[in-house]
């Protein structure tokens, strides 16, 4: 599998791609090359260190021109805020649709931009696991294990993160189909995240915070993230898949007030664009994202439904397509769901004291 872990990605071991994929800077441009920033959210770190590197060699056999880009990661919706602050990014690669919203609000990218690319400009997937470890002492099985005393919790804040929105999206789904009305949902919801321990700001604090700091019993995670873990430290995790969950449609999108000023609008079009070919698509799924095609999909989709994953599977069949699955439709779009739940006041406000 073409895949960049975490460990060779912070050691340096691709050294020009982890300074970009870093933030930090980028290698000396040549009069023949062009360099576009890529803004995206914590757990896309390995997928777009190896993606990049497909793509500089697609964009240079079709223009002879070669791309620099720079890569920043941070939670979702602190990259959007960054972004809408005066940050410059060509494209922008984020966790929800919501965050790119902002960007809109801010006049930075035009309406409409779901239109632009296939799927509402979603060309991969994902879900929302449980991470535990080993032998998962606390049998932790579904949502309602999360409530119990003396669980302890490891998820980022909503209020940052847009893998924490949708982590809290799939708990009030699966506690409304346990037929409980929002008033008790909201009790349920208040009494899961007083069983949190941290709130970290993204995704990717959260799983170090669960895994290298040790802290809880249970991560509320990215499939994508929880996998690396199954692969970063064999034997020491467990994936529990819960009866019920959401399906995660990161979103992209030019920015198009900097690709206008810049003159990059062509090649951050190609950029997005290729995130949905075939060659992109297994790398996706190889680094444990759903492809938005069908058809590669089920090249990696398994018949196994356990919901526990203790290792990698050898034929690399890991996607769980049995999983019930809601999506943000059910909570009427990302604008409704984000003024009910997540701006200063709403409900989250109102369960969840610091």
């Known amino acids: 599998m073409t895949r960049i872990t975490r460990r060779e990605f912070l050691s340096g071991s691709a050294a020009s791609l982890c300074a970009l994929a870093l933030g930090v800077g980028s290698v000396p441009v040549s009069a023949a090359s062009v360099e576009i920033t890529n803004v995206s959210y914590d757990p896309t770190r390995e997928l777009y260190a190896a993606y990049n590197e497909l793509f500089q060699a697609h964009w240079l056999e079709l223009t002879g021109e070669e ?16 972004v809408a602050n005066g940050l410059e990014a060509d494209v922008v690669t984020l966790a929800l649709e919501g965050d790119v919203d902002t960007l809109v609000d801010a006049g930075l990218i035009e309406e409409g931009y779901t239109s632009e690319f296939d799927l509402d400009s979603s060309p991969y997937t994902s879900t929302i696991v449980f991470l535990v470890r080993s032998g998962n002492p606390k049998d932790i099985q579904d949502w309602d294990d999360l409530l119990n005393e003396g669980v302890g919790v490891i998820t980022p804040n909503p209020k940052t993160s847009g893998g924490a929105r949708w982590n809290y999206l799939a708990a009030w789904y699966y506690f409304e189909l346990q037929g409980q009305s929002e008033e008790e949902i909201q009790e349920s919801i208040k009494t899961l ?4 321990l941290v709130l970290d700001s993204g995704a990717r604090g959260a799983t170090t915070t669960f895994t290298e700091n040790g802290q809880g019993d249970v991560l509320i995670a990215w499939e994508n993230e929880a996998f690396l873990a199954l692969e970063e430290y064999p034997g020491e995790y467990e994936i529990v898949v819960p009866s019920v969950s959401i399906l995660c449609q990161p979103t992209v999108a030019i920015v198009d007030e900097v690709v206008d000023e810049r003159g990059t609008r062509e090649v951050a079009t190609e950029y997005l664009s290729y ?37 990698i599977p050898e034929d690399g069949k890991w996607i769980n397509t049995n999983v019930e699955l809601t999506d943000i439709s059910h909570f009427g779009g990302w604008t409704e769901a984000t003024e009910t739940h997540f701006v200063d006041g709403a409900i989250f406000d109102s369960i969840y004291e610091e």
């Open 67 to 82: 791309v620099e880009i720079v890569q920043s990661h941070g939670g979702s919706g602190k990259q959007a805020l960054e």
């Open 193 to 196: 995240y007083e069983n949190v």
């Open 275 to 311: 995130l949905y070919s075939d060659e992109a698509q297994r790398l996706e799924a190889e680094n444990y994202y759903r492809p938005s095609n069908e058809e590669i999909l089920a090249e990696y989709a398994t018949e196994d439904e356990s919901n526990t994953i203790t290792e």
